[in-house]
């Protein structure tokens, strides 16, 4: 049976929650993303029945994690996020930029890619896809891929921030295309889901990718033409 996924565009980015549960009657739910707006979401979760069984954090920049104090302390669910990028999170204030509402918080887990995670009855596989961030995260279980700002339904997350390098992500694209099948559900941080075989076969930001497979030459989309890009590709952080 299939997870159910729930998606919340939340605070001023409009970043996607995610609430996963094993079926529409379960009474206990992963939340992932939890980037603002912590107290409408958990009355969202009351109206499904849920309790938040634990949060899952992408990465640590401040539209993925502004809602994660108030949500973990408000429900006493514990958090799992990247170890490279916790201080994004004990140190809030200092990284998000003014007026941006949020709260530190120090996560009970860390992770770095390679550790399997049970919350709420579903086996997560957590993913290392640096790129968009030095310790992105992904967060994979039964076909399903929750994959932060690094790829999005026809673009790509940013490399113009601090620690963000466009190699790299395409190598963890790469690696995602390797390891899991064309189908996957690609859940990503800003707009709507698409599948890793789409993503593979038309996103314009990864025609590199394409033409290495082929040995042949392609016009590729590079990063200076993130700005330029529609949809998600505008994403702010």
Known sequence: MPLVVDRYALGPLQTNCYVVRTDRNATEAAVIDPGADA???RLELARLGASTAGILVT????DHVGGVADLAEGTGAEVWMPEGERERLERFTEFAPVGVQGRAHEPEHLVSGGETIEVAGITFECLAVP????AHVAYYADG???SGDLLFAGSVGRVDLPGADWDTLLDSVRMLAERLPPETVVHPGHGAETTLGIELA???FLAELRAGSTGGETADARPE???ASGGAGTEAS
């Not at 990465?59 to 401040?62: D, E, L, R, S």
């Not at 790129?131 to 030095?134: E, Q, R, T």
Request: hydrophobic residues 30%; aromatic residues 10%.
């Open 39 to 41: 107290a409408s979401l």
């Open 59 to 62: 990465h640590g920049h401040f």
């Open 131 to 134: 790129g968009h961030s030095p």
């Open 144 to 146: 399903e891929l929750f």
């Open 202 to 204: 038309r996103n314009p």
């Open 225 to 227: 033409d993130r700005a």
